[in-house]
């Protein structure tokens, strides 16, 4: 069963534009939420987080949104550059204790920003 | 600059015959973590360390042990890696609970 599920497999986005990148969760007690991006032949590299206490939160070119009614968070880049082009995973965690140690993963979206 | 380092970043091995990845930090982060992924998948978490308290994910299997010697240092053991074995393996760190993990650049084994 996935808890976290990334629905779009792949996006393509022209130079300068903006890269939406979303994701949905079935686990109500998952309150932090991250994303990371990945190039072929490197291990993920942290992105940004947001916890459930915030409904957005903003670095840069990124801003990650989260509607916790509707369990869906996304990922905004703003102007999408040619190095973004990677797969971008978003990942959740649950609250205190055990839980908290485990990052469950979606599968990934790989975005490609066309120059 | 700190960083998770992994090694090898290729290993080839046969079937049945023990492998070991290494992996080691200069963030002085107390968890670490082992990761597999497999082509197209998500990573999908083995065991991690709280210092030198280990915890092992229900669903993995008994052919995959660790050990940490020390802070820095965490290695994964394979005993007898099979074919289905075949795949990334992500290390990274944390400072604790509920934060970012910092992931290595990862080990791709494959086994013949």
């Known amino acids: 069963d996935q808890q976290v599920k990334q629905n779009s497999p792949s996006l393509s986005v022209q130079e300068g534009r903006i890269s939406i990148l979303n994701c949905d969760y079935t686990?109500?007690?998952?309150?932090?939420f991250l994303w990371y991006k990945k190039y072929p032949a490197e291990g993920p590299t942290f992105l940004i987080s947001?916890?459930?206490?915030?409904d957005k939160n903003e670095d840069g070119r990124f801003t990650v949104f989260l509607n916790k009614s509707a369990k869906h968070l996304s990922l905004h880049i703003v102007p999408s550059q040619p190095g973004d082009s990677a797969v971008y995973f978003c990942a959740a965690s649950a609250g205190a204790g055990a839980g908290s140690y485990q990052l469950t993963f979606g599968k990934g979206t790989k975005l490609s920003v066309i120059p | 600059d700190a960083m998770v380092i992994q090694n090898p970043r290729y290993q080839v091995t046969q079937f049945g015959k023990p492998v070991t990845l290494s992996c080691s930090q200069t963030l002085n982060h107390n968890v670490m973590y082992w990761y597999q992924q497999k082509s197209s998948q998500a990573p999908k978490l083995l065991f991690h360390?709280?210092?030198?308290?280990?915890?092992n994910e229900a669903d993995t299997p008994d052919n995959f042990q660790s050990r940490r010697p020390n802070t820095s240092f965490c290695f994964l053991d394979i005993r007898s890696p099979g074919l289905g074995d075949a795949a990334m393996y992500l290390c990274?760190?944390?400072?604790?609970?509920?934060?970012?993990?910092?992931f290595g650049p990862g080990t791709r084994l494959l086994v013949l």
């Open positions: 947001i916890s459930s206490i915030k």
């Open positions: 686990n109500s007690m998952f309150d932090y």
């Open positions: 990274a760190t944390s400072g604790g609970a509920g934060g970012p993990q910092y």
């Open positions: 360390y709280y210092d030198k308290d280990f915890n």
